[in-house]
């Protein structure tokens, strides 16, 4: 009987260790990216290397930066999975009639892949962050 309550509890132990194991792996990509204040300093970053980027950074300079970052705070908040709401225009209608060609979004990505590089996001979540945000492409580029 013994060996039976032994056995029992080992693997009451083991399903209690999958269960923890597996919760801690369903945060979400929100709560993994550092929540708000960790996005907001990547945004601050991204922006800041588009700024920099003489390959695209015509395309911001009439831009209300400040509003620029907000939404686009919103915008990763939504997609990772936090409490926030995009309000602004669809990629389409936001991007209409700029003529972005692949070359100049891919360099927006490197742009964004250097900021979360910066701060040291894992490979696992700026990989599931920029599977987020690819579907995007097809409403950006127009060339």
């Not at 590089?117 to 696992?124: G, I």
Request: hydrophobic residues 45%; aromatic residues 6%.
């Amino acid at each position: 009987m013994r060996s039976i309550a032994k056995e029992f509890l080992l693997a009451a132990a083991v399903v209690i260790g999958v269960t923890l194991a597996a919760g801690a792996q369903q945060k979400s990509l929100y709560e993994r990216l550092g929540g708000q204040p960790a996005i907001t300093a990547v945004v601050d970053r991204f922006v800041a290397n588009l700024a920099a980027d003489k390959r695209i950074n015509t395309f911001f300079a009439n831009s209300d930066i400040p509003a620029f970052k907000s939404k686009l705070v919103d915008q990763v908040c939504q997609a990772s999975g936090g409490p926030c709401t995009y309000t602004g225009k669809d990629m389409k209608a936001a991007h209409q009639g700029l003529g972005i060609t692949e070359a100049d979004f891919n360099a927006l990505v490197e742009d964004l892949t250097a900021a979360l590089d910066h701060f040291k996001v894992p490979k696992q979540e700026k990989d599931e962050l920029l599977g987020l945000l690819a579907p995007m492409k097809s409403d950006i580029v127009e060339g």
